[in-house]
């Protein structure tokens, strides 16, 4: 929410008026174990971009306060022992996200905590999102938990605990300088260290790793491996491209943003749709950029 309150002040600051582009605006969610505090996350968070949307921003638009999500199941809960059981893991968030009104939705692979997903992988878990979709028909219904006094408690105690937190990044001078400030940063080790302690300790448990631990034995679960000549044929590819391309064009659209990414004031889209079109690479592009305006490095927090 404090990213987003950054975008738009951005947006707003340039002179677009917040109903002409808040419509379009998406986030982006991840979905953890915590079935019940996944949903209230989903439905506090709806309800508090409307009324930072709204009484921030002035948006009279309905579709402005509207809270656009995608979600993917969170990956950090996947574990290599007993790794059949991701597959119920994955299905429990899905169906919280689902709850919570996500409107597209990522299921992870019962093997991503070896590597990418193995066909076989890919497969479940786009079943699973397809049984929750229509043998369960939970998304017929719009907000299906809400009235829940412990759904309903526990998102207005989310709600409330957000706007706490946005209130003392506003105190600090707003998200960008919380950034620089390495106060994120701190707020988001400090979580991840909590977290590792209560596993740990067998406070927060996970079965199979530190519940219900079995003896190790031969994993017999398809793994992924890239074929070496996948990225033979992706540098060959390149290679004809660059061969292909009008170098001359390409080198003057590089030089052309050069010079527009040291004014702030210009808007660099035009010029890298061109580079596209012309050709150029990511990896130009990017690095063209970087020439200009370096490479931001995290303020150390420990």
Known sequence: MANAIA?????????????AFAPRLAFYFVAQADFFEEVAKFRAARRVWAKIVKERFGAQKPES????????????TLTKAQPLN?????????????????QSLHTNGLDEAYAIPSELAMKVALRTQQIIAEETRVP?????????????????????AVFEILGKVDAMGGTVKAIEDGWFQREIA????????????????????????????????????VDPAVEARQVGRTKDVRARRDQARVHALLERLAREARDPSVNLLPVTI????????LGEIVNRLRDVWGTYVERPVF
């Open 140 to 160: 017929n219904v719009i907000d299906p938990l809400g009235g829940s006094f412990y759904v309903e408690a526990l998102t207005n105690q989310i709600e409330a």
């Open 65 to 76: 306060m509207r809270l656009r999500f995608h979600c993917q199941t969170a990956a950090i």
């Open 190 to 225: 400090e979580s991840a260290y909590d977290v590792a302690r209560r596993k740990a300790s067998g406070e927060h448990a996970v079965i199979g790793i530190n519940k219900h631990v079995e003896p190790a034995a031969p994993n017999d679960i398809e793994i992924h491996r």
């Open 86 to 102: 991701n597959i119920v893991r994955t299905a429990l968030q899905a169906l919280s996200a689902v709850l919570g009104g996500a």
């Open 7 to 19: 975008y738009v002040e951005e947006v707003t600051r340039a002179g677009v008026p917040v109903d």
């Open 274 to 281: 061109e580079l596209v079109r012309a050709r150029a690479t």
